[in-house]
């Protein structure tokens, strides 16, 4: 069998090629592995780097003696050795270095590796940084970087300098809204600052949307607020008209009658002056009570529809004024509206204190207890609204049934 210092010299040169290639991959797969921190792998790539670049120094060193210069004892007798056991070394080798290198290549894929990290983070559609106290930055992805030119025209180097840039927490670039929020984090004992950009573009226009929204809903309700407060307004306003419509017809009658009167006729002057004389008084009735009385009256109606029983502790005091009063039919419709839907009660009794600051007017029922503290929402929350409007107050509380307290400040003007 040939030997291998008698192969030609373009086999030989194919030997030396294929040695070198060899001698890169243990270089290479030695590289990755003290790169990776995997210390145990970096021993078997030296292990085979160093017979296959020993075989490279015997073929360099054959082809030297084919020139005429002198080999070393040692190349002479390997040289000497039959060309197949140099192609089963070299194929050994190669299996060993190829399988060697693959699993190096390999180990970013199935194991977690400060390279796989990087990788994934900046893939990332949000930016990530992560800097020490001094503002040396150990991490940062790509997203974060093109976010840190953006903002303050250079690399990202120091991290609390950026920091300091994205202090506002909520940025616009390039018509995309980003928040910044940072936080501390402890590893290995060391303390480092970490920092998170995320796309809130669409979170931030419902967020202005919501806002404009609010904004237009708080409008609405305070013009409901407003009509709601003048109906009470309007509606006098349209019972007095027609009180005057009434007067006005009631003294164009009167006055006909008069005029058409037989002057001589005793008993028809007696029975005219008799007229105007009773017109006079309810006139002076209408003035004052005629409109509690509709309003009691509508009281009672809704007691009946509710079938609750309607019970009066006294008579509606007369120092109320107007607006007082309506405050109070208002009180008196909400209490019996509360004790039929949510106490389940029979009986509401109505009565009157009067202490020397305050007028209170209470309106308790028989029904079940409401729980501590009693929430004013719905009726409840629009009665206390109004009863600001004129300094009055409502208060609620549970004791025998249920109480609901409308009291009304001496001594104040009430409009």
Partial sequence: MTAFASLSALVRALFALWALLLCLVNIGSAVLASVRRRLRFVAPALLLFLPVYFLWQVIFDLSLSHRGGAAVPVSIVLGGIPHAVWLLAFAL???????????????????????????????????????????????????????????????????????????????????????????????????????????????????????????????????????????????????????????????????????????????????????????????????????????????????????LRLVWQGELPKALSERQRSLFFSAAQEAMANAVKHAEAKTVEISFQETEGDLCCRFTNDGKAAPEPVTFTGGLRNLSLLAEQQGASVSAGAGNGFTLTLCFPKHQPNG
């Fill in 93 to 307: 080798l190669t299996a060993a270095s190829a399988i060697l290198f693959i699993r190096d290549l390999r180990y970013d894929r199935t194991f977690l590796t400060p390279g796989t990290i990087k990788l994934f983070l900046d893939g990332l559609p949000c930016g990530v940084c992560c800097w020490q106290d001094s503002g040396r930055v150990l991490f940062s992805n790509v997203c974060m970087n093109r976010l840190c030119a953006a903002v303050t025209g250079s690399p990202l180097l120091n991290g609390n300098q950026f920091q300091s840039a994205v202090s506002a927490g909520i940025l616009t670039l390039d018509g995309t809204v980003w928040r910044f929020s940072c936080r501390e984090i402890l590893i290995d004992g060391q303390r480092l600052h970490e920092m998170v950009a995320s796309d809130v573009t669409a979170e931030y226009a419902k967020t202005q949307a919501l806002e404009r929204d609010r904004a237009e809903l708080a409008r609405l309700n305070e013009q409901l607020r407003s009509y709601y407060l003048s109906i009470d307004d309007v509606v006098s306003r349209q019972e007095i008209l027609q009180a005057k419509v009434n007067i006005h017809d009631e003294m164009n009658r009167l006055m006909l009658s008069t005029t058409a009167a037989d002057a001589g006729d005793e008993e028809e002057l007696n029975r005219v002056f008799s007229l105007w004389e009773q017109n006079a008084l309810l006139m002076c009735m209408e003035a004052g009570s005629d409109r509690d009385t509709r309003a009691i009256g509508s009281l009672e109606q809704l007691a009946a529809a509710l079938r």
